[in-house]
């Protein structure tokens, strides 16, 4: 079973900056493809941001580009998400997610497809 557990939630003012984390003990991240996509009350899930296992390659929705940026760490074994010029429609449970092999970062973030498990998410808050 394929856990992963995030972190890093909270609240934010508008502006203002967060970094979400993903991590599990069962298996080596860097081997995957990871996601974050998030879900806002009332709406439906949205891909966020992917990273290729190994090069590192790393795609954006256009709503999060130029202000949100993910890596990995792979000593620690995590991805990282870091969220700058956070704005009210940030606001929503984040999740990681690890990606089928054949699944594209462009293909994940447009159509949220290869979801293969996720964590419980993290809560982000942006409120004045």
């Known amino acids: 079973q394929l856990e992963l557990v995030e972190s890093g939630g909270g609240l934010a003012k508008p502006g203002g900056f967060l970094q979400l984390s993903c991590t599990t003990s069962?298996?080596?991240?860097?081997?995957?493809?990871v996601g974050w996509f998030r879900q806002a009350p009332g709406k439906e899930r949205e891909g966020v941001s992917c990273?290729?296992?190994?090069?590192?390659?790393?795609y954006y929705a256009d709503s999060v580009k130029g202000r949100f940026t993910i890596s990995r760490d792979p000593d620690k074994n995590v991805v990282l998400m870091q969220m700058k010029g956070l704005n009210s429609e940030d606001t929503g449970v984040y999740y990681c997610?690890?990606?089928?092999?054949?699944?594209?970062?462009?293909?994940?973030?447009?159509?949220?497809?290869?979801?293969?498990?996720w964590g419980e998410g993290t809560l982000v808050t942006v409120s004045s």
């Open positions: 069962a298996f080596q991240l860097s081997d995957f493809r």
């Open positions: 997610a690890v990606l089928s092999g054949s699944t594209t970062c462009a293909d994940y973030v447009h159509e949220l497809s290869g979801l293969e498990a």
């Open positions: 990273i290729a296992p190994n090069a590192g390659l790393t």
